[in-house]
């Protein structure tokens, strides 16, 4: 399957449903007053970079503009991981039996980055002839936002990819997943025994999310021996990722934790967006600073499928 009309799906799906956020955002206000909202919650994102002060997930702004820049580098670091556990098992196989049935647990999934990179993944196995027969994806954050942006998007890409024949493949892989979210921990209730299971957390484990994050993999370990488990940050970070998932003797680690992400190239419908925005904003009086910075330039730089500088612990394990 190539990357170029996956991309472009994306591109169309992420503005779309941006676009209406934005206007459901900005009814009925003034540029000068939704101006400060953006600025603020591109100051708390730029937050993600610094060491302990948190980032506003409970920001609706703060969720759009995560959505507008981060989401496609965050599918590339799952997709990244997951394909590289593949490639490092000794059948090359996404599923290690026959049974066709993955159940995925992904916790802090954010707008879902996890659920799409399972998708493409297994639309690219399903090219292969390997048999997939259902995808559970269990997905858990304690913020509602980005959680509900997330399954906007699902909706949009559903659409977006099903009017375009050369990813028929994803679209087939859509079909398969029976997608599940929670804002509470009932999120390992009703596993499925006879499926494969992985655990992942992508960039969700902060100094101060990470020993809820570890008592929450712990119980879904007890319920579930996982098959395979992903755990990813910024290089800033990347001590806390042994904290939630020690090594243990019954799973093969990865042997890298810098892995060259697989995807490039960049999001032109997403870029325009954001630029208008900026030009918007850049025509107000006044200079947009918080904390100091003017950081409303971001606005002004092209969306691509990049992530700075993550890091991946990945577990998995032969049959
Ligand atoms: C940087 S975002 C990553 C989101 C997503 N995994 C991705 O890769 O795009 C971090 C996410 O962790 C969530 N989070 C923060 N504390 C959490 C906790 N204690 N348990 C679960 N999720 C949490 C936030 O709401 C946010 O959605």
């Known amino acids: 399957m190539k990357l170029r009309p996956v991309t472009e799906a994306l591109d169309r799906a992420i503005s779309k449903v941006g676009r209406k956020e934005f206007d459901r955002l900005t009814l009925h206000r003034n540029p000068q007053e939704w101006a400060v909202d953006v600025g603020h919650a591109l100051d708390s994102l730029r937050n993600l970079q610094s060491s302990d002060v948190n980032t506003d997930y409970d920001d609706s702004w703060v969720a759009l503009f995560y959505l507008l820049w981060y989401q496609p580098g965050q599918i590339n670091v799952a997709y990244t991981a ?32 996890m659920q799409f990179a399972v998708t493409v993944a297994v639309a690219i196995s399903l090219e292969n002839e390997q048999c997939i027969t259902e995808i559970r994806t269990d997905s858990y954050d304690t913020n509602k936002p980005l959680v509900t942006l997330g399954k906007k998007l699902w909706q949009q890409f559903k659409i977006e990819v099903s009017k375009d024949p050369e990813i028929a493949p994803l679209s087939e892989a859509i079909k398969k997943v029976r997608p599940r979210s929670s804002t509470s921990k009932n ?90 925005i900026y030009s918007e904003i850049s025509r107000l009086p006044g200079d947009f600073r918080f904390n100091g910075r003017d950081i409303i330039w971001y606005l002004d730089r092209m969306v691509t499928w990049s992530c700075q500088d993550p890091r991946f612990l990945i577990y998995t394990r032969d049959r």
């Open 82 to 113: 997951i394909r590289s556990m593949i490639d490092s098992r000794d059948a090359g196989q996404i599923l290690l039996g026959d049974g066709g049935k993955l159940h995925v647990f992904d916790l802090g999934c954010g707008a879902l980055a």
């Open 187 to 276: 999120i390992f209730v009703g596993g499925n025994v006879s499926a494969e299971s992985w655990i992942s957390a992508i960039h969700s484990v902060y100094p101060n999310t990470w020993p809820d994050l570890k008592e929450t993999i712990d119980q879904i370990k007890e319920r579930t021996d996982p098959d395979a488990e992903f755990f990813t940050s910024h290089s800033m970070r990347e001590n806390l990722l042994r904290l939630i998932s020690p090594p243990t003797d019954t799973r093969r680690r990865h042997p890298k934790s810098t892995i060259a992400l697989r995807w490039s190239s960049h999001f032109p419908e997403i870029t325009r967006f954001r630029k208008e």
